[in-house]
């Protein structure tokens, strides 16, 4: 079932300045969907349309079974903005009890649920202290939590992981893991691509307000996938008939099916020439990445 489906989504702001331009994304439910692309891409602004905060100039599709911009429905919505601040005079736990108040979160729920979180974020000993002596990557997981504190069905993301450290990093990917083993579904909206890399069922790719590429990234890479075979003597003439490309003492063969080049390390053996390495390769999202934008930007591409 899909939790976000929207179609032909179009957002132009004053001065004809076109944000979107009919973007139609599906995410499912209990998966972890990654929205990626360049600065300006229109990623922020299609999180916005989701959370109500600005209203599209054309939006059709459900978020949750109801229509884009049902308010109720955002109850069951967990949400962390980019650039979030929180009242610097709060303590850790006092910023979630708020945000859980005006969630509707019971009072008792909202004391036990935040003592739990802050544990799950790594912020246990920093609850009674105020926001103001946090770090950012602190602050980061304060946002985390407080987008937890409805124990919502969908969490939406922009930026989860913005300056939080590599060992953060890694205990964000891993809670992550754990919300969609338990059912939830993540919209992750992030510019570190290794991150969604290692985290992601599928992704889309935006340039320039439009949806380039969607799927998960076996298939979009699909095309991408070879094996690269590496041998120590020079390359006898017969190779360049038995695969795709010669690039030095390396044979590149382009198919995912290993039955494909049996007969290229047989005979390989026969002749006794040492295969230093069989490898099989695929593009990896920065790859994805780059090729989306620059066939957006080649000439002759829609603007």
Not at 42 to 69: D, E, F, Q, R, Y
Not at 124 to 143: A, F, I, N, P
Not at 197 to 203: K, L, Y
Request: glycine share 8%; with cysteine.
């Amino acid at each position: 079932m899909a939790v976000i489906q929207i179609k032909d989504v179009h957002k132009v702001y004053r001065g004809k300045i076109h944000a979107l331009r009919g973007v139609s994304i599906d995410v499912m439910d209990g998966e972890i969907f990654g929205l990626l692309g360049p600065n300006g891409a229109g990623k922020s602004t299609l999180v916005k349309i989701l959370m109500t905060v600005i209203h599209a100039s054309n939006v059709s599709g459900t978020m949750l079974g109801k229509p884009i911009g049902h308010r109720s429905t955002l109850q069951d919505v967990g949400y962390l903005p980019e650039h979030h601040r929180f009242p610097y005079y709060l303590t850790g736990k006092q910023v979630l009890d708020h945000y859980g108040a005006l969630s509707k979160v019971k009072r008792t729920d909202r004391q036990q649920r935040a003592s739990s979180l802050l544990t799950r974020l790594g912020l246990s000993g920093w609850e009674h202290k105020k926001v103001s002596t946090y770090s950012k990557g602190m602050l980061q997981r304060l946002g985390i939590a407080q987008a937890l504190m409805n124990d919502p069905k969908l969490l939406v993301l922009d930026e989860p992981t913005d300056g939080v450290d590599p060992v953060g990093r890694r205990e964000i990917r891993d809670l992550l893991a754990e919300l969609r083993e338990e059912g939830r579904a993540v919209f992750l909206n992030s510019h570190l691509l290794s991150e969604l890399e290692m985290v992601c069922d599928r992704v889309a790719i935006m340039v320039k307000g439009e949806v380039t590429m969607q799927g998960t990234i076996d298939s979009l890479t699909k095309d991408s996938r070879r094996y690269e075979i590496v041998v120590k003597q020079t390359l006898p003439q017969w190779a360049k008939d038995s695969c795709d490309e010669i690039r030095g003492n390396m044979m590149v063969v382009q198919s995912d099916n290993p039955d494909k080049i049996q007969p290229v390390l047989d005979k390989l053996r026969e002749e006794q020439l040492t295969i230093i390495s069989v490898k099989p390769v695929r593009e990896n999202l920065e790859d994805l990445f780059m090729r989306a934008v620059d066939h957006k930007d080649a000439p002759g591409a829609l603007k």
